[in-house]
């Protein structure tokens, strides 16, 4: 049948921003700063031989920013489109008035994903919701779209509960999958027919590569997490109580 076969998803997050830029009004649109700026241009760089059938972003400026400095590298780039469905889990509204107290208040986020009604902050969406979005945006790019390899330039949130959904672990293991900024994931998905001869179906999917940052592959420079890598903070391992912020 058409389009079976093995695909190739090259999954990648933003790279670096800031969030409490001076002139920003909204951090839905914050820009790369030239940090991700530099971070985008290794991927690219390390990606310069591959040959993308299709390019998505999650809609938002930072990945689409992204997708086109490592498109820029290519020879013969597809078309760069927009997936909404691939957009960062939407958090709940919370005040803070540092990093060090937005850092500390994120902290943690992803380690009880899978209790029933476990949101991104308290009245943001569930990640129960957030899973069921995410999931069905790439099981849309995958069984109804024809190409062989594809750049995908997504969120933390969305990397974490796209590989659980690869490894077939779910909101149970997100926690463990570390996304540091633009770094690169590699799945491979085998699409075979469905049995009522109909359609596609995703037969089975292989990790390949995880959290690959070109600009650092070693990760000397990246003893923080990615969220205090983010935000230029350390809590040396230890869990920040929000009450000491606060």
């Known amino acids: 049948m058409k389009g079976a076969g093995r695909r190739r998803i090259y999954l990648m997050r ?26 985008a241009g290794a ?13 998505v ?7 689409r920013e992204t997708a086109e400095i490592v498109l820029s590298d290519n020879k013969a780039p597809p078309e760069l489109i927009a997936h ?36 991104f902050l308290p009245d943001g969406e569930t990640f129960e919701n957030a899973q069921r979005r995410i999931i069905a945006a790439l099981e849309e790019l995958v069984l109804t779209r024809e190409w062989r390899t594809a750049l995908v330039v997504a969120h933390e949130g969305v990397n974490r509960i796209a590989l659980g959904w ?22 491979d998905v085998d699409v075979t027919p469905n049995e009522a001869g109909t359609g596609l179906q995703i037969e089975r999917m292989a990790l390949k590569a995880l959290n690959v940052t070109a600009y650092d592959f070693v990760k000397k420079g990246l003893t923080r997490s990615s969220l205090e890598h983010l935000f230029d ?3 040396g391992g230890l869990r920040p109580r929000n009450s000491e912020v606060a």
Request: hydrophobic residues 40%.
């Open 166 to 187: 690869a490894c077939g672990g779910g909101l149970s293991t997100i926690a463990a999958f570390e996304q540091d900024l633009a770094c690169l994931n590699l799945i």
């Open 233 to 235: 903070v350390d809590f």
């Open 84 to 119: 909404e469905g691939l957009e960062e889990i939407k958090s709940g509204w919370i005040k803070a008035t540092s990093r060090e107290e937005l850092a500390a208040r994120l902290a943690y986020s992803f380690d009880e994903a899978d209790a029933p009604g476990a949101s």
């Open 43 to 55: 991927a690219g760089a390390a990606l310069s031989h591959a040959h993308f059938d299709l390019a």
């Open 14 to 39: 933003h790279g670096h921003v800031d969030y409490f830029a001076p002139d920003l009004t909204d951090p839905r649109m914050v820009p790369l700063t030239e940090m991700g700026r530099e971070q």
């Open 57 to 63: 972003y999650s809609g938002l400026p930072r990945t």
